[in-house]
């Protein structure tokens, strides 16, 4: 928090790192209203929404829904979508990402670099894997996007359907799909990330 002369400075105190237990304390009143509310926290349902807007009710019965008791859900991603956009824009920080030194050694290790600044404004995202000028930046990301599409729907909720409402719900389903990403994600950090990035 800064102070310009005797004047407290709002865009400097937003635009520092808080701590995670803001956005913990923020992500369960968001669950607790939504609860109380009859409504069930997840965004991977929005790929449903947005087909169904485009049409695909006709021909699929699976995207023959009733928007209107989901426009609460449109509204809350198209939000996310605005504060990122937001942030980037006025609550940029040029600081990087705050990670441990192990993940630094370990990226570095498999040829990814922990950039000291955001000097080209393009974020922290890694370009050495999301590089659209090769093809194989093409296909990881057209290829990552697919599954993460399909897996969702698959399994019928993302991470913050199941891990976060599911969860809190006590369901025996969600527990198992929990289960499944940290298994997942562990095999793709330490098998097949660094077969890909060798490719």
Not at 76 to 84: C, H, N, R
Not at 124 to 144: D, R, W, Y
Request: glycine share 14%.
């Amino acid at each position: 928090m800064e102070l310009i002369g005797n004047t407290f400075s709002f865009w400097d105190f937003v635009s520092q790192p808080w701590h995670w237990a803001v956005s913990g304390a923020a992500i369960a009143l968001i669950l607790a209203i939504l609860t109380w509310m009859g409504r069930s926290f997840g965004v991977s349902t929005t790929f449903r929404n947005f087909c169904t807007m485009a049409g695909a009710g006709k021909r699929t019965p699976f995207f023959d829904i009733d928007l209107k008791e989901e426009y609460w859900r449109i509204a809350f991603v198209l939000g996310g979508i605005l504060g990122g956009f937001l942030t980037v824009q006025f609550l940029h920080s040029p600081q990087p990402v705050g990670i441990s030194e192990s993940t630094i050694e370990y990226l570095g290790s498999i040829g990814i670099e922990y950039p000291n600044s955001d000097k080209e404004g393009r974020g922290f995202v890694p370009t050495e894997i999301f590089n659209f000028t090769s093809i194989k930046g093409v296909i990881l990301a057209l290829a990552g996007g697919f599954l993460v599409g399909f897996g969702a729907r698959y399994g019928d909720g993302c991470t913050s359907g199941h891990a976060i409402s599911g969860l809190a719900h006590l369901q025996l389903p969600s527990l198992i799909t929990v289960i499944g990403f940290f298994i997942g994600g562990l095999l793709m950090t330490h098998l097949l990330f660094p077969l890909l990035m060798g490719l």
